[in-house]
C-alpha cells in the first residue's frame, strides 16, 4: 500500500529541481496548496499508460523505471528516473493520459503536484516554463538516442550501449544493476531475456564485464564503447 502524508509535510525546499529556485514567495505557496506526498513501494508502480493523468510527480528519493508497453503486451524499458526529476510532465501541456508506465525499483518518495498549478507557474513565470523545457529536451535528445540504437545497431550494439548506459546510473554510489532483473535490462534493448542472458555470458568471457549473482560490474568500459560504435 501506499502512504500518503499530508500537504505540509512534503517540503518544498526539499525539492532538488532547478526550476523550483525561481518561483516565487506566491507560487510557491501554489505548489505547497496543490501537492501531497506519496510513498511507493519496490514494485508499485506511479503511473500507468493510458491512465488518466491529474498529476505530474516529482520523485524526492528513490528510483523509477520508465517503459511503455507495445501491441504485442511487451515492455520496452525507456529509461531510468532518480530523484530531482519529474514524471508525467506531458500532463501540464493538456495532455490527459500518461504516455508511458513507471514503476519503482525500490521504496520512492515522490510528490504528486496538480498539473492546473504545474500549467498556471509554465504561464506565469517564464524562468520555470525555461527550466522544465530544458527537462524535455534532455528526455527528448534520450529518447532518440534509444531509437536509433534499435533500428541500426545489431544484438551486440544494442545491449553495449545499455549496458554502458546503467552504467552511469548511480544510485547513492551504488551499482543500479542489483535494482534489475535480467529481463529488465533486455526490455531496455529490445531483446529477449534468453538472448541477453547469452550475450552478457560472452561479454563476461571476453574479459568486459564481471557477473555477480544480479549485479554486473563493467570492467573494459572502452571495448564496450566500441561494440557500441560499430553496431
Known amino acids: 500500500m501506499k502512504t500518503y502524508s499530508a500537504i505540509d509535510d512534503c517540503v518544498l525546499g526539499g525539492l532538488k529541481a532547478p526550476c523550483f529556485a525561481n518561483l516565487l514567495p506566491e507560487e510557491i505557496e501554489l505548489v505547497k496548496d496543490s501537492k501531497i506526498q506519496v510513498q511507493f513501494r519496490k514494485g508499485e508502480s506511479l503511473t500507468k499508460q493510458g491512465a488518466f493523468a491529474s498529476s505530474v510527480l516529482f520523485v524526492v528519493e528513490g528510483l523509477v523505471r520508465q517503459y511503455v508497453i507495445g501491441d504485442t503486451n511487451r515492455d520496452f524499458n525507456l529509461r531510468i528516473i532518480r530523484s530531482g526529476e519529474f514524471i508525467g510532465l506531458s500532463a501540464a501541456f493538456s495532455k490527459h493520459t500518461y504516455d508511458y508506465s513507471t514503476v519503482a525499483l525500490k521504496e520512492t518518495l515522490a510528490c504528486l503536484i496538480e498539473k492546473d498549478a504545474i500549467a498556471g507557474l509554465i504561464k506565469s513565470n517564464g524562468s520555470f516554463a525555461y527550466g522544465l523545457i530544458n527537462r524535455y529536451y534532455e528526455n527528448d535528445s534520450s529518447l532518440y538516442d534509444t531509437i536509433r540504437s534499435m533500428m541500426y545497431k545489431q544484438m551486440h550494439g544494442r545491449l553495449a550501449d545499455v549496458l554502458l548506459y546503467l552504467d552511469t546510473m548511480k544510485y547513492n554510489n551504488e551499482s543500479i544493476f542489483g535494482f534489475l532483473s535480467r529481463k529488465e535490462i533486455a526490455d531496455f534493448a529490445g531483446l529477449s531475456t534468453e538472448s541477453t542472458v ?24 572502452e571495448n564496450l564503447v566500441e561494440i557500441s560504435k560499430r553496431g
Do not use: A, N, S
Open 198 to 221: 547469452k550475450l552478457l555470458k560472452g561479454f563476461e568471457q571476453d574479459g568486459l564485464i564481471k557477473l555477480i549473482d544480479k549485479d554486473i560490474e563493467v570492467l573494459k568500459r
